[in-house]
């Protein structure tokens, strides 16, 4: 059996490999490294496929999200709302533009923006929020894009995560995640869902005028080159990664369906396991499983993952520590509000591999693995 890895990238790249050398090597024999149509292709694939108008490409997930919010207008005193149960990066480019983090509670079965919360935190200072499709589910959004609604508020969907996810509104509508507020962000790290072989990213919209600024954000602050309307920045995806990003989009489909193949298995495996809570499946939204991730019982968490280890089998904590208890983000405010789910997860989650390439025999070893520790 192959050693078993949180991500295969090697085994992944190995199908493909082919295509994507050839490929490869005609970009680096055009030397339109920068803007070429590989990037202009890519763009326009992946626009297709959320059948959304305008993608924007970018250098990684970091800069798409903080390019909306450039692109949005949002000032500096501005609050904008996320979850407390995610990435740093989703909040970290809020702080950075001078623009004021409210973090909030998740729902402690999707681990996603709790409207509720979300519907609490807002003040007369608050411009916009950030749904967070975590480990590959979407967010609440039929009642996050009806509470944002009534508030006049901006939606940015952190789609870093859960690219090629679909929700289903209560009138019967599917949208692709990323595709539902003014503005989804997404990144292409090597890891993700839709990964390439360095950094990457891009910002989706419906709304054209919304696509002019964006480019613009994205470019210098610049539309007609030398000519800047605004402070920007400089955030490109290369042809390089647009090349490697075409071939593995048309791979996508196939990549979720092992995905959601790998967490049958481990579901089945696990559900009478009482020590384990499987993860949660919405009604409203499909799981693309960027982490298949365990809610643990009464576990000593830190013994599973040394037993595992010791086993060779890799696992992670996603996210150990909740943004609004980083010494960065600490507020005043978070003493009077209630975080028991978010800290909760931080303390009882555990992602087990999570990908492509995860053969029968690795899904049973990592299974029976986990089963020996629990029945020790
Ligand atoms: C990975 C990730 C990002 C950042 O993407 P980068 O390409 O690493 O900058 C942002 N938000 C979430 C939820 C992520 O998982």
């Given amino acids: 059996m192959k050693s078993i890895q949180m991500v295969d990238l090697v085994s992944q790249y190995e199908k493909i490999q082919t295509e994507v050398d050839q490929k490869l090597l005609e970009v680096v024999r055009s030397s339109q490294y920068i803007n070429g149509p590989e990037v202009k292709h890519f763009s326009e694939e992946l626009a297709d ?23 949005l207008g949002l000032k500096p005193g501005d609050e904008v709302i ?65 509470i944002a609604k009534e508030f006049d508020l901006k939606v940015i969907e952190d789609t870093a995560q859960a690219i090629g996810a679909d929700y289903t509104f209560s009138d019967g509508k599917v949208v692709k995640a990323g595709c539902m507020g003014n503005i989804g962000t997404t990144s292409f790290f090597p890891s993700k869902n839709l990964g390439c072989f360095g950094d990457g990213g891009a910002i989706f919209t419906d709304d054209d005028e919304l696509a002019v600024s964006i480019r613009q954000m994205a470019n210098h ?44 298995y ?24 960027h982490q298949y991730t365990l809610k643990t019982k009464g576990v000593d968490r830190n013994a599973m993952q040394e037993f595992l280890a010791s086993k060779n089998v890799p696992s992670m904590i996603y996210y150990p520590i909740p943004v609004h208890r980083q010494k960065a983000y600490m507020d005043e405010r978070y003493e009077n509000m209630d975080f028991t789910n978010t800290d909760d997860l931080c303390d009882r989650v555990i992602s087990l591999p999570m990908q492509t390439e995860l053969s029968i025999n690795q899904l049973e070893y990592i299974v029976n693995s986990v089963k020996e520790f629990l029945n020790k």
């Fill in 266 to 289: 481990y579901d089945n495996a696990f559900k009478d396991e009482s020590a384990l809570e499987v993860p949660m499946r919405d009604a409203s939204s499909t799981h693309v499983f």
């Fill in 82 to 146: 996320t979850a407390s149960f995610t990435y740093i990066a989703t909040v970290e480019v809020i702080g950075l533009l001078g623009l004021t983090p409210v973090l909030v509670e998740v729902d402690p079965l999707t681990f996603n923006l709790d409207p509720e919360a979300f519907r609490a935190a807002i003040t007369e200072k608050t411009k916009a929020v950030v749904p967070v499709h975590l480990y590959g589910q979407c967010a609440n959004m039929e009642e996050i894009l009806e």
């Fill in 49 to 71: 496929f959320l059948s959304v108008k305008h993608v924007i490409p970018c250098a990684n997930g970091t800069d798409a999200l903080q390019i909306a919010m450039m692109a």
């Fill in 221 to 264: 602050g610049q539309t007609i080159r030398y000519h800047h309307d605004n402070i920007g920045v400089n955030s490109r995806l290369d042809s390089i990664q647009a090349a490697v990003l075409r071939i593995k989009l048309r791979e996508l489909n196939s990549y979720t369906d092992a995905r959601q193949n790998a967490a049958q």
